[in-house]
Each structure stands twice: as structure tokens, then as C-alpha cells.
């Protein structure tokens, strides 16, 4: 029988069976950003379309062809958000956040809506994490903002991660780059891929990172952006390579790191795992100070990143990064007649509150049936309570891992069980 509803092409449910490795890389992620006094924000799942046309650009893949846009019923655009950044600048200068304390450093650990083609690994909802420092041109936020990322994977136990590195420059000599780019890639325009052929007019940088390989080869040799930063985002770009250096976080020039629009300034960073056999980029970021002024605000410097879960859980898997993590449970009680079943679910709920874990039966199952599921369970111990335990006064417990057995009087049962398996 082919079922009616089923969770909508591109999407999945995280079942209870994974729940635990969610659980373990949020735990992980809120302790380190709490540690660097990262706060978290969680802004609405969609807003003005305008936004993220403007806030992520009207000519990327993202804007043209994978949004999720609706019209309310008052005929008002939205888009369910497809990346954060933006949310989060907009929560930034609607809230004057500046107002109160100068510089914001922020976190979240989100869903997000693309509208891709679906294939191994990518969903239509996906869930991603990423930091955002706002507030300041500091060179130490962009390396606050990578340190971060990389102790986090460092933490997971991931060992083949690589940080790539460029600066995409800024307004003033970003220009004179693509003006110089376009120089030199004049004699082989013809011989680039259609869509680096339009990039050549619209957006040259992106030509630098075309994955055909054809493209790769025709702009190996030319000048990295290195030749052309000016005064300021030279020194920018030294300062977080010398700061990288004295907090020992290895890093790779990128040249063909570029995010080609124009409120993205200066930094850019990839980390890379080899672990999957391809380099995959599990984390993306870098400084964006025109983004707020695009987007309707005063001009407020900021620099993040954004990484996805899905992906991450993929590389950990591989990897067997994952702790142990089998669902226990500290006692099952069963009870055996309707006095038995009566007095088995007041001790449960006394235990529970008492911070045991804690599981009957709810069905009047066999005591085959509730050793089974006991076992099944993995409980650490089991009490079979029937007409004769509640005359006699006399509880047995099973120590389920040697099978031992201890009779404990049924007026101190619960208190004896929170004292030798409850935890603090
Ligand atoms: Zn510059
Ligand atoms: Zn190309």
C-alpha cells in the first residue's frame, strides 16, 4: 500500500533512532560558542522577499532559481529563509542592537529552505550553524570567527580539515582587479564556458572559481587579487594571516576563493575535509561590511560563517566519529495484576520525578512480553512486582548486566532505588 502523505520531495524526518547524534553536535556547538560568549538569535523562518534578493543578490542561484516564495493571503511577498546572514543583520539594525553594546557576536543553529535539485546529501529543508560578529573592522573577528569554526571540528575529533583563505578586497580596489582580470582573460573569452562568458560582463571574479576544468586551466595563470588590495586591505588581510599563525591554525591561499558580490569585503574562508575522498567544503564564511547598508541600514561592518549539519553528520558517520550513545534506560518495572500494575505506576512516577528513567508497561503484556521489552530497552535494572511481592512486602531487583538479585521491603523501595541508581 503506497501511503497518501509522505514528507515532501527533498525533505526527511530525523527519526528518534538519530536524534541522539543532533543532540550530541547542538550540545557541542552551544558549549563552544557559549565558551567565546557567542549568543544565540533565532529570528522567523521567513520574511521580505526583498530581503534576501538584496541581502543575498538578484543574479545567484539562490535569488533566481531556488527560493521558496509565497504570497500571503493580503498579497504580501515572503521566502521561507534559505541562509541567515541577512535575518540576522536585519534583526542587527531593527532592533538597534548597536545601540546597546557596540559589537555582536551571535549564533544560531537553524533550519533553512533551498529549493534544489534533490540529490544524495542536499534537502529542500536543511539545517545549518554559523556565527556572526557585527560591529566592528577588527581583524581579530575574522579570526575569532575562523578559530571558532575549527576548534569546533578539532573538538569533534575531525583530523583532515584544511582552512582556505583570500581576501575578495573592498570597494576601492576591487574595481581595479576586475578591470585587470578582464585584461588578461580578453584573448581567451571564446574559449571559457558559457556561464564564465557571461560572468566575463556581470561578474568576472566568479570566473576564478568555475569548477569546469577547462575554465580552471585557462585562469591558472593569472594574477591572484594578492597584486592589486589596497593599502588597507592589504594590511587587513596580513594582520589575520599573522594572527592565524600565532594561534596555530594552519591555512592555505585560495585565490579562487571569491564570493563576487559587492558587500562581501576582504576575508573569505573555506574549511575543507578530505574526509568524503573529495574536498568538500563543511564550512563557508567571511567579512560582509557593505551587506547592512544593501539591505537598508547604516553601513555596519560584520564577518560569520555558516556551515551545514546534514553534511557534517555525513563526514562524522564516515568517519565514526560518533559516540556510543545507547538509549538506556534505569529501571523497568513491571506489575502483574490490577494491584500490582496500580502500585508499579505511582513507583514510576515518584522515580521520575526523582530524575530516574523510568518505563512500564502499558498494555497488561505477559511478563514474557515485558522482560523482552525490558531487555530490548536496555534497562539496568528490572523489578517484577506481583500478587505475592505486595502481600509479602518484598520487591525483588534485578541487576539486568550479572542477573543478581536483592529483595528490598516495598515501603523502601523507591527510596532505596533513587539512593543506589538515581544520579546526582
Ligand atoms: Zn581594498
Ligand atoms: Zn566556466
Redesign the pocket.
Known sequence: MTLQFQTPRGTKDILPGEMPKWHYLEHVLRDIFTKYNFREIRTPVFEDTDLFARGIGGTTDIVQKEMYTFLDKGGKSYTLRPEMTAPVVRAYLQHHLGQTKALQKMYYIAPMFRQERPQAGRFRQFHQYGVEIMGTQAPLADVEIITVGVEFLRRLGLKDIHLKLNSVGCLVCRPVYKLELQNQLRPVLEQ??G??RNRFHTNPLR?LD?K?EN?RALTEEVDPIDNYLCDECKSHFGEVKALLTEVKIPFEPDKRLVRGLDYYTKTAFEIITDQLGSQDAICGGGRYDMLAKEIGGDAVPGVGFAAGLERLITVMDKAGLFPETDPHLDLYLIGLGDAARSWVYRTAMQLRRNNLICEIDYQQRSLKAQMREANRLNAGFTAIVGENELKNGSIPLKKMETGEQSDIPIEVFAGEIIKSVGRS
Open positions: 571559457l564556458c556561464d564564465c570566473i568555475c569546469k575554465c
